[in-house]
RNA sequence: GGGCAAUUAGCGCAGCUGGUUCAGAGCAUCUCCCUUACAAGGAGAGGGUCGGGGGUUCGAAUCCCUCAUUGCCCACCA
């Protein structure tokens, strides 16, 4: 069949990613192998591939073709995640754009609409993958929010609440005022703004009563002007000024003892409010006087705890003024801002305003929104346990983190964990199952609840509880959602249905996965709570090695981002290069730990290995074999491959045990093009035919050992370029239906110390033939022309083991064997050895002087510095004898090669 | 403010417990070649006093100290 002289990826993959749906290669079904469990980390069932994406999958794919050539029994488990305040916020504004108002439909119309919309987009993103050629079992699709799952999670709650380790709160939270729900910690990030710093006047109130009176201590500083005396206090947030109820000083302050026992007025509010002491206030900061606005600060709602403070909340969910804050009511917080620093300075009680950068923290999912603290009641999951039992298996090794330095960044978190917020004021997601009683049917204070899997349980357990009055209609179910984290967590059990089913066969054969691959940015919001959750449930770790991918930016090392339209689409580039070109190309750009910087060339880099592979096929699918006798060329450049190829996949195989893909992929790239096509297909190259105008055929033996070669080269390679890989392998052999690379196995032996030789003779002969080409290649003698290479008479000389490879491969007429080289040659060393071309009048005597006096004096400076060496005394005597004894070596070498050198300057000289 | 990491060729990196894999490959650059698998190719070449400064040692890219720069994470200073 003739093929064509360049690759086509768009004629192959789909065919190939068909052919291995239809044979069901990636299904998995425990059995008595050892299996090989990857669960994906699930991207936003409506989001659309990027290049993290992409580098994440073809990470897990590599490693989990990688297993199933090792003869393992390699399960991808894929699936999808509800991410709760994203995929609710993307609703929300679809429905906006319909001009229909989230807070205009019930819960179960708006879920209507949710799940709508993740029928549409739901998926996508794992169509894009199949592009990529990932193998996962994709009957295995899951869901977060699916029936299992969900169940999941249900039990989880009850249980971990039946435990006490869940409970609810009164705290701080912080709010996101656009989803209008509460975040955990860690969905926060701080960025650093510029900002003013606005210096207020709270003028003393009670100086009539209690009259201003200097202490006179060192230091004091007391304003005043025609309106009395006054503090001076610097806030970021004049907007907040409604809700304060105290200020607060140092009492070791000694600018301010004069503020002690006073009261002060609240600029523009008019309220007068106690001036109280708190060690908490920094002394240095601003004038040290701290308002305090216990509803709207976590600092100030301690402060209040402490000092039995009011707390005025001024906002409302949404982040406009509230009532209570009985001015600039309905107004958002950003708008009052501006204009409170209008009043205040139009009041004369804005002393002054300074610039000033400080840390604003932001909702993760709503990146333009700051969160803002706000007081309110939500649920939680109580962390010292947790941490407790997620600690060990990470510091014992029993989970291994790639890179390792990220053990220490684990260890931190959870040494100083907070309790984790589980609630959010959403309707997209796990509701809570709790279900609270009227008031009017039980007796007390505090609102009165069950915790239950389904109302019917809740009712049982209700009037278990309260009494047999109690009906179902007394039960209100808790309006508020999970966090999404609170169902991802238990992905690597949930997904074999191990909490619903403990025990069973797929969680038994499965779990602990083996690998898990994902960014370093949520190693607590999902790697450390996978733990915990592994460690309570199953006792046992959810994987037993964590790979942490960087994060993908552009070639200058910026993040990837819409605004700058620096994002390659991932699709594109696969219409453009190939899925295995772009494997290839990210996987070049991405050393373990460190961010990729992305570059397209290096897809093109892909293409081309490709194309190099493809080329390669092509040309030993041209020979024709017949029934000669095999060459000891042929025999021997046979053997030496494969002893390089068992030494080379020893070293990857290694460098996947290390994580370094890359590196690993850089040795396979490295041993097909420069090894097997740029050496090996040259050696056994059959000469071609001028009269028949093809090649001459090769012997039998070879042919059929070269396409043996070759195959096990596809199937090393395989993981990295599955696509370009199985369609070599199909055309390698005829191949029966239903077979294929991907589960095919190849086991070799390890090196042996003949390898090991066979290589270093090779190495060696690959040098002379270097160097004749470099020869050529300073006198300008065409490739063509037939050379004699005059070679040194020393018995093991590599000129004699390889000689016909070498004048194959280097163009050569003869190789003598001589005493001393000829004159008119140009010379060359590999190793000790000195071999000579005779290059006839191209010779330039002086120019051959210089190069060798200069390369004498060099190896002059190198001699002196040995010589130095194993004169000291010190050295010899505490150096071990072997590295002694190779100083000695090397010396000789240099004295050797110097006295040759010299030589060749004499007869140059003639 | 605390912690972690990095700094080696133009670029992105490797160099494991100090001594022949010690200064390395890849890409890029330069020169020559459309040779009969592949110009998406081949052959050859240039390029780094291993961030600065100290120290330990017979010997340091490698170990220690220090400074500098960069990046990341954590932390309630208004």
Redesign the pocket.
């Known amino acids: 069949m003739e093929l064509a002289?360049?690759?086509n990826p768009s004629e192959v993959e789909g065919k190939w990613y068909q052919y291995w749906l239809d044979n069901k290669f990636f299904a998995s079904k425990p059995d008595g192998r050892e299996p090989y469990t990857i669960v994906i980390p699930p991207p936003n069932v409506t989001g659309v591939l990027h290049m993290g994406h992409m580098l994440n999958n073809t990470i897990q794919d590599i490693l989990v073709r990688k297993a199933r050539l090792d003869g393992k029994n390699a399960c991808w488990v894929p699936g999808t995640d509800h991410a709760s305040i994203a995929t609710e916020a993307k609703v929300v504004n679809r429905l906006a754009e319909q001009g229909i108002r989230k807070q205009d439909l019930t819960r179960e119309e708006f879920l209507k609409h949710a799940w709508d919309w993740t029928h549409e987009h739901g998926g996508i993103i794992l169509k894009q993958l199949r592009r990529l050629g990932a193998s996962c079992d994709w009957d295995r699709t899951s869901f977060t929010m699916d029936q299992a799952r969900s169940e999941s999670v249900l039990r989880v709650f009850c249980d971990l609440y039946d435990k006490g380790l869940i409970y609810r709160g009164l705290r701080m939270v912080n709010w996101d005022p656009k989803a209008q729900t509460a975040l955990s910690?860690?969905e926060v990030i701080?960025r650093e703004e510029k900002s003013k710093l606005y210096h207020l006047k709270y003028y003393v109130a009670d100086a009539d009563t209690n009259p201003v009176v200097p202490t006179g201590q060192e230091g004091e500083v007391l304003h005043r002007d025609e309106k009395g005396y006054f503090a001076v206090v610097?806030?970021?947030?004049p907007e907040t000024i409604m809700g304060d109820t105290a200020m607060c000083i140092n009492p070791k302050d000694p600018k301010n003892q004069w503020l002690k026992g006073h009261k002060v007025t609240v600029p523009l509010v008019g309220r007068v409010i106690p001036v109280i002491e708190d060690r908490y206030?920094?002394i240095?900061?601003?004038t040290?006087c701290?308002?305090v606005t216990p509803a709207h600060?976590?600092?100030d709602y301690n402060l209040g705890k402490i000092h039995n403070l009011e707390t005025i909340d001024i906002f409302n969910p949404d982040g406009t003024i509230s009532q209570a804050a009985g001015m600039y009511i309905g107004m958002d917080r950003y708008d009052v801002r501006r204009q409170i620093a209008l009043d205040l300075q139009e009041a004369g009680l804005m002393d002054h305003v300074e610039d000033y950068e400080?840390?604003v923290g932001y909702s993760e999912r709503n990146p333009d929104v700051a969160v803002e603290p706000r007081l309110c009641m939500q649920w939680y999951l109580s962390m010292k346990h947790f941490a407790k039992i997620a600690l060990p298996p990470v510091l014992d090794g029993k989970i291994k983190f790639h890179p390792q330095?990220y053990v220490?960044?684990y260890r931190?978190?959870l040494e100083?964990i907070d309790d984790w917020c589980i609630s959010r004021q959403l309707w997209w997601g796990h509701r809570i199952p709790a279900y609270y009683i009227s008031a009017d049917k039980v007796s007390g204070e505090e609102e009165q609840f069950v915790v239950a899997m389904n109302a019917e349980e809740a009712l049982d357990k209700a009037r278990a509880k309260f009494g047999n009055h109690i009906t179902a209609s007394d039960l209100r179910h808790d309006e508020d959602a999970l966090d999404t984290w609170f169902s991802s967590w238990l992905w690597p059990i949930s997904l074999f249905d191990g909490i619903n089913n403990p025990g069973n066969e797929e969680i038994s054969y499965y779990y602990p996965t083996t690998d898990l691959v994902t960014g370093p940015?949520i190693i607590?919001f999902w790697v450390a709570r996978m733990i915990m959750a592994g460690e309570e449930y199953l006792g046992d770790v959810p994987f037993r090695n964590v790979y942490f991918t960087g994060i993908v930016r552009d070639s200058l090392g910026r993040k990837m981002s819409k605004q700058l339209g620096n994002s390659p689409d991932p699709i594109g580039l696969i219409d453009k290069y190939g899925a295995d070109g772009v494997r290839m190309g990210m996987l070049?750009?991405a050393?373990a730990g460190?961010?990729i910087?992305f570059d397209e060339?290096l897809c093109e880099?892909g293409?081309?290995f490709?194309?190099?592979m493809w080329?390669?096929f092509?040309?030993v699918n041209?020979w024709e074999s017949a029934d000669i006798q095999q060459s000891s060329l042929n025999s021997h450049a046979i053997a030496w491959m494969q002893a390089k190829i068992r030494t080379d996949v020893a070293e990857i195989n290694d460098l996947y045990g290390k994580y370094r893909l890359n590196?690993a992929l850089?040795a396979v790239f490295?041993l097909f093009?420069d090894e097997f096509?740029?050496w090996y297909?040259?050696m056994i190259k059959p000469e071609?035919d001028?009269e028949k105008n093809c090649?001459k055929p090769l012997d039998k033996a070879t042919l059929d050992a070269t396409l043996d070669i070759f195959e096990q080269l596809m199937k090393v390679i395989h993981p990295f370029m599955p696509f370009i890989t199985e369609e070599l392998y199909q055309h390698i052999a005829e191949r029966k239906a239903g077979e294929s690379i991907m589960v095919s196995t190849l086991r070799l032996d390890a090196p042996s110390e003949l390898d090991a030789k066979l290589i270093v003779i090779y190495e060696q002969g690959k040098q002379v033939i270097?160097g004749v080409?470099?020869v050529r290649?300073q006198k300008?003698i065409s490739?063509r022309e037939p050379l004699v290479l005059e070679a040194p008479q020393t018995a093991d000389n590599v000129a004699v083991l390889l000689s016909d490879t070498i004048i194959k491969m280097a163009g050569l007429s003869e190789i003598r064997m001589v005493d001393h080289k000829s004159e008119g040659t140009q010379s060359f060393l590999v190793g000790t050895d000195e071999y000579a071309v005779p290059v006839g009048s191209l010779i330039d005597a002086e120019a051959e002087i210089r190069k060798a006096e200069a390369e004498i004096q060099r190896l002059q400076g190198f001699k002196t510095g040995i010589e130095k060496k194993l004169g000291?005394e010190?050295?010899v005597q505490?150096?071990?004898a072997q590295?002694v004894e190779?100083e000695r070596?090397?010396l000789s070498?240099a004295e050797s090669k110097i006295a040759a050198l010299q030589e060749s300057i004499k007869s140059l000289k003639g």
Not at 234 to 237: E, I, L, N, Q
């Open positions: 002289t360049k690759y910690n860690i701080y610097a806030t970021t947030r206030v920094d240095e900061f601003g040290g701290l308002k600060d976590v600092n400080n840390k330095k220490t960044t931190n978190w100083n940015d607590f070049l750009a050393p460190n961010d910087l060339a880099q293409r081309n490709c194309n190099k080329n390669a092509r040309l041209g590196e850089m490295k093009t096509s740029g297909l040259e071609y001028r090649s270097s080409r470099a290649q300008n490739p000291n010190r050295f505490n150096a071990p590295v190779l070596k090397k070498d």
